[in-house]
């Protein structure tokens, strides 16, 4: 069973910065196509950038041009960079692994955006 450990989420003030980390408990990015996901209170859960086994990157509309996902094998993590900040971008998010017929999700990191 993979384990996904989210990270790095917290209060920023609007216009700025903060960078996800979802570890991995087992080398997996080769195999599975990953991705980050947010969901709001009272919302659904929706994708904002995956990445593919293949590196294959690909963002929701609300998020292009201020987040990337990345990711770093041989650290089995990957990254969500998010710039510029808005307040219609705090959630709860969480990184999802998809492949082989299974899917894997972390248990969410609070993001904040609020002056």
């Known amino acids: 069973q993979v384990q996904l450990v989210e990270s790095g989420g917290g209060l920023v003030q609007p216009g700025g910065s903060l960078r996800l980390s979802c570890a991995a408990s087992?080398?997996?990015?080769?195999?599975?196509?990953m991705a980050w996901y947010r969901q709001a209170p009272g919302k659904q859960r929706d994708m904002v950038a995956g990445?593919?086994?293949?590196?294959?990157?690909n963002y929701g509309d609300s998020v292009k041009g201020r987040f990337t996902i990345s990711r770093d094998n041989a650290k089995n993590t990957m990254y969500l960079q998010m710039d510029s900040l808005k307040p219609e971008d705090t959630a709860v998010y969480y990184c999802r692994a998809l492949g082989l017929g299974y899917v894997y999700w972390g248990q969410g990191t609070q993001v904040t955006v609020s002056s």
């Open positions: 990445i593919t086994k293949d590196i294959r990157t």
């Open positions: 087992e080398s997996i990015f080769g195999i599975y196509n």
